[in-house]
């Protein structure tokens, strides 16, 4: 499974690096369209080799029986299309949850990537209460992400924490926060550019160098200041110029991941439909070419 390289972050954007990089191609297929077929014929159109499942036929990876994950294999495996990522919902909860309830979800959800053939599952780091600060809950949150690490290292998987906007590491202080403390080789960053404008923090200047040794899954979206709509990438503030730079710069060889949110969402995530969708891919792979950046 492709991994970033070690190479330090100590070049930025505006360097000379002469060298062309392939990055694996994936997407949330069901942006596309509930149905996997559908799914696994446009991303393989626009030059994918993989994809990011969060849902099939409409039902959502935390739900998806033993059968099911065997039929959508079958069926991945016959467009010949292989699963970056399980993008879980584990973590996109309340913390006042017992410890346990996440923990037990995520042991299904490992066997959802196992039978997937994949070895990241993307999660998120808990929801406070309205009138809980993001502090109030700090010592509640890593608790339960260490138990999760501790899962995740036990059955061999890596989860990726998503800095969804409203959990605790939604900024980049917190996300560091929650890699420093638990350290675990089964914890990083699924990076999302989009999510951090809509927090008000732009992502490359103020979290590109902190994170960036975490940073194992690229997440690609964009999204503007002043509204907080997503939009292609390089049409809003989330400095995907400079991210997609530095991270070309860096060696990373690590999946990108298109999670466009072009049209309205609905109850299992974002979702943008096929044109939508292709709108999204043709913005990023233009972004890509110019810094010499291909797919694979």
């Known amino acids: 499974?492709?991994?970033?390289?070690?190479?330090?972050?100590?070049?930025?954007?505006?360097e000379t690096v002469s060298e062309t990089a392939t990055w694996p191609l994936s997407g949330f297929g069901d942006e596309i369209d509930p149905d996997p077929h559908v799914q696994a014929?446009?991303?393989l159109a626009l030059g994918a080799s993989h994809i990011e499942v969060r849902s099939a036929w409409g039902t959502n990876v935390s739900e998806?029986?033993?059968?099911?994950?065997?039929?959508?294999?079958?069926?991945?495996?016959?467009?010949?299309?292989?699963?970056?990522?399980?993008?879980?919902?584990?973590?996109?909860?309340?913390v006042s949850l017992p410890v346990e309830h996440e923990v037990e979800r995520l042991r299904q959800i490992i066997s959802v990537a196992k039978g997937l053939d994949t070895r990241y599952v993307r999660i998120f780091s808990f929801y406070r209460a309205e009138a809980q600060r993001a502090e109030d809950i700090r010592d509640d949150v890593l608790v339960r992400m260490a138990a999760l690490a501790a899962e995740a290292e036990a059955a061999g998987v890596v989860l990726l924490h998503e800095n969804e906007k409203d959990i605790y590491g939604d900024?980049?202080?917190?996300?560091?926060?929650i890699m420093e403390?638990?350290?675990?080789?089964?914890?990083?960053?699924?990076?999302?550019?989009?999510?951090?404008?809509?927090?008000?923090?732009?992502?490359?200047?103020a979290g590109y160098a902190m994170l960036r040794p975490y940073l194992e899954y690229f997440q690609?979206?964009?999204?503007?200041?002043?509204?907080?709509?997503?939009?292609p990438s390089g049409d809003g503030d989330g400095e995907l110029d400079a991210t997609v730079a530095a991270l070309k710069?860096?060696?990373?060889?690590?999946f990108a991941s298109l999670e466009p949110h072009l049209a309205s969402a609905h109850e299992l995530g974002g979702f943008s439909g096929p044109?939508?969708?292709?709108?999204?891919?043709?913005?990023?792979?233009?972004?890509?070419?110019k810094h010499g950046v291909s797919f694979s």
């Open 1 to 14: 499974m492709p991994r970033p390289k070690t190479r330090p972050a100590c070049q930025h954007q505006g």
């Open 181 to 205: 403390t638990i350290a675990s080789p089964a914890l990083r960053v699924a990076w999302d550019n989009a999510n951090f404008v809509q927090v008000g923090v732009k992502p490359y200047t």
């Open 64 to 94: 998806l029986t033993a059968e099911q994950v065997r039929e959508l294999k079958g069926i991945l495996d016959e467009r010949g299309l292989k699963v970056s990522a399980v993008a879980s919902p584990i973590g996109k909860v309340d």
């Open 171 to 177: 900024t980049p202080e917190r996300v560091l926060d």
């Open 249 to 254: 710069a860096d060696g990373f060889s690590g």
């Open 41 to 43: 014929a446009v991303l």
């Open 275 to 289: 044109v939508a969708f292709g709108i999204a891919a043709r913005a990023f792979a233009a972004l890509a070419d």
């Open 220 to 231: 690609v979206k964009d999204a503007l200041f002043s509204t907080g709509e997503v939009v």
